[in-house]
């Protein structure tokens, strides 16, 4: 790979407490260890407004400068992994505003990893939004249930070899694509 692959994350959750935000921390990690330069977009942290219409297309000029920021590292990023638990059998509201904040510009072409906790059916929503935005969900995917994690000092942390052997697959795969979409 030419330049190191930059790649953004949001967690879907905004619990202080949160497992799909462990399960981004792991997958950041892992990304690292293999080259990539990560950078997490906490939502709890760095909220965002409601998305506003008055600025589909053009989140540059959105008058929330947490909304320009997040535009600016999602134009840098090469690829982009979205996680989310499951919220009424679909992903976070929070996390569809994110994306709505957003648009093609930032996502067009780019390869996507998806990552739910607690079940399938908030992935497989996402990989139909993702492709409106032009966006390539790659094949694999990660889904966490509670039992995979132990509770730690500063929260949960993954406690099970067969979700990190997937993790592992799944970062390889992502940094594949990125290799091969730049024609690295
Ligand atoms: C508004 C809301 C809706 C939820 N809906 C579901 C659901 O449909 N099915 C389910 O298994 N869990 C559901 N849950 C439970 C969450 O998936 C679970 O608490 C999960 O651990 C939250 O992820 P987090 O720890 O990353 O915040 C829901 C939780 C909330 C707050």
């Given at each position: 790979m ?29 990304l ?38 997040l ?8 690829a ?33 990893g ?14 139909i ?19 995979d ?15 990190t ?13 990125v ?6």
């Amino acid at each position: 790979m030419t330049t190191k692959a930059r790649v953004l994350l949001i967690p879907g959750s905004i619990g202080r407490l949160s497992y799909t935000r462990a399960a981004i921390q792991v997958i950041a990690q892992t990304l690292e260890v293999r080259g990539a330069e990560t950078r997490i977009w906490d939502l709890a942290e760095m909220p965002l407004p409601m998305a506003d219409p008055e600025y589909d297309g053009i989140p540059q000029h959105n008058p929330d400068a947490n909304v320009r920021e997040l535009a600016r590292a999602a134009n840098e990023a090469d690829a982009f992994v979205l996680a989310t638990p499951v919220y009424h059998n679909s992903y976070t509201g929070v996390l569809k505003n994110a994306l709505d904040c957003l648009g093609d510009d930032q996502f067009a072409g780019k390869p996507i990893g998806l990552v739910g906790h607690q079940g399938i059916q908030p992935v497989d929503h996402l990989r139909i939004v993702v492709r409106s935005l032009g966006a390539h969900a790659i094949t694999r995917q990660v889904v966490t249930r509670k039992q995979d994690f132990a509770s730690g000092p500063d929260g949960y942390v993954l406690n099970s070899e067969t979700l990190t052997h997937r993790i592992n697959v799944f970062c390889d795969e992502l940094l594949d694509w990125v290799r091969r979409f730049r024609g690295d």
